[in-house]
């Protein structure tokens, strides 16, 4: 049992790191390139589709990023300002 949660924070921890080191992932849908390739009936060649999960890019924020902005947000929305600071 201990070492079950020991491995767990452990990948929870090196996935921390990985969202604060490279907050971006490729996209699942389109594998990073941007666009998804079509094809018709008649299998006549069409110009691939932009990608509608990653407007093209290829990247996507990771969960992991997301969740910590999020929560950076809520942090921020809820602090009040120091007085004792400039303006």
Known sequence: MLTA???????????????AASPFGNCRKCDGIGA???????HRPKPP???RRCHGHGKRLRIGRR????????????????????R
């Open 5 to 19: 949660s020991a491995l767990a924070l452990l990948a929870l921890g090196a996935y921390a790191v990985l969202c």
């Open 36 to 42: 998804i390739p079509t094809t018709t009936r008649t």
């Open 49 to 51: 589709k932009i990608c």
């Open 67 to 86: 969740l910590h902005n999020h929560g950076r947000d809520i942090h921020h929305a809820g602090t009040r300002p120091n007085p004792s600071q400039g």
